[in-house]
């Protein structure tokens, strides 16, 4: 069964601050895809990036950046320079591809990581 | 383009009630997910639909059903509701590729408080 693991319930940074979130999971599969999601305070979860197991390079976004690892099983994210309006709950999720080929899959999310950017 | 809508977006019901959460899916996107968010289980996978026929199905009891039409629109039912059904519930739709690499995107949920 697939699992993923956010290990930091929460962080508080300074604004200005770098901070990294911390992604592991679990597959059996060799195909899978790998998520990023904001939740800000309103509750809408947020897409940021989607990253597929055969592609270990690292993308960067603006200020947001992730760092794919299959040999440690990571997918980490960091924010360069925090802004206040970076807090959030931020979740790693897992998505492993159907094998019938009928598209149907989950997502296996992890708890979430809460960031507070205090200004 | 048109986001995920859900409605209600709150809900207030008593044990042994039943309740129904509608989602409307982004205009093109055939497959809606369901997920349910509470502070102790974190976000969970309910159930998958694409084409009016449930694909996928996470672990929750039978009371927890769903339907989608043929405009792509999606409802989730509960029964007999119970104190710990109280969550948001998160819709999501997406387009159909195969595979599992779709983003899905959410809406806003609905908070179902259960007394």
């Known amino acids: 069964a697939q699992k993923v693991t956010q290990a930091q319930t929460e962080i508080s940074v300074v604004e200005k601050e770098d901070v990294t979130l911390d992604c592991v999971y679990e597959t059996r599969d060799t195909t899978y895809y790998l998520f990023w999601y904001k939740q800000p305070p309103s509750g809408e979860l947020v897409f940021l990036i989607r990253?597929?197991?055969?592609?270990?390079q690292n993308e960067i976004s603006g200020r947001y950046s992730w760092n794919f690892q299959k040999s440690t099983s990571s997918f980490n994210f960091t924010i360069t320079a925090s802004q206040v309006v970076d807090s959030a709950v931020y979740f790693c999720?897992?998505?492993?591809?159907?094998?019938?080929?009928?598209?149907?899959?989950?997502?296996?999310f992890g708890k979430g990581t809460k960031l507070s950017v205090i200004p | 383009k048109a986001g995920v809508t859900q409605t209600p977006r709150y809900l207030i019901k008593t044990r042994g009630q039943q309740v129904t959460l509608s989602c409307s899916p982004i205009?093109?996107?055939?497959?809606v997910s369901w997920y349910q968010q509470t502070p102790g289980q974190g976000l969970q996978f309910l159930f998958e639909y694409f084409s009016e026929t449930q694909r996928n199905k996470g672990n929750f009891p039978g009371r927890f059903s769903g339907r989608q039409f043929s405009n792509s629109r999606s409802e989730m039912n509960v029964s007999t509701l119970e104190l710990g059904d109280s969550a948001l519930y998160l819709c999501a739709s997406s387009l159909p590729l195969a595979g599992g690499q779709n983003e899905q995107f959410f809406g806003p949920g609905t908070r179902l408080t259960v007394l």
């Open positions: 205009s093109g996107h055939r497959s």
């Open positions: 990253r597929n197991s055969f592609d270990e």
């Open positions: 999720a897992l998505s492993e591809a159907d094998d019938s080929g009928a598209g149907s899959y989950q997502l296996t």
